[in-house]
Nanobody
Framework: EVQLRESGGGSVQAGGSLKLTCIASGYVFNACGSAWYRQSPEKGREMVSKIYGPGTTTYDDSVKGRFTISREYDGGRLYLEMKDLKIDDTAVYYC????????????????????WGQGTQVTVSS
């Protein structure tokens, strides 16, 4: 059974930093892709950042230059380092990962994010 568990959230003042960690059991982060999402009442759920392939990363425009995603390739941890936090970054942050299967001797990635953590709250105040 795959389980993802986030940690590292908390309350910080604007301009502060946090580092989120997602620890996986029954799963290793691989080229299929993993991501950080966040959800707030105002904005709903949005993808913050994604990492896939050998290390290709994408970021939402709102966090570019402030957030950095990284992973232990073939390992059990995914990270999101957040700097210069803004009040608008307040949300519950979730890690997500795609299933990787072997078909006809090759790896195949799921189209969707199959595994999700429970979330960790990040609150940024002025």
């Amino acid at each position: 059974e795959v389980q993802l568990r986030e940690s590292g959230g908390g309350s910080v003042q604007a301009g502060g930093s946090l580092k989120l960690t997602c620890i996986a059991s029954g799963y290793v982060f691989n080229a299929c892709g993993s991501a950080w999402y966040r959800q707030s009442p105002e904005k709903g759920r949005e993808m913050v950042s994604k990492i896939y392939g050998p290390g290709t990363t994408t970021y939402d425009d709102s966090v570019k230059g402030r957030f950095t995603i990284s992973r232990e390739y073939d390992g059990g941890r995914l990270y999101l380092e957040m700097k210069d936090l803004k009040i608008d970054d307040t949300a519950v942050y979730y890690c997500a990962a795609k299933e990787r299967s072997v078909q006809e001797g090759s790896y195949k990635c799921s189209d969707d994010f199959d595994y999700w953590g429970q979330g960790t709250q990040v609150t940024v105040s002025s």
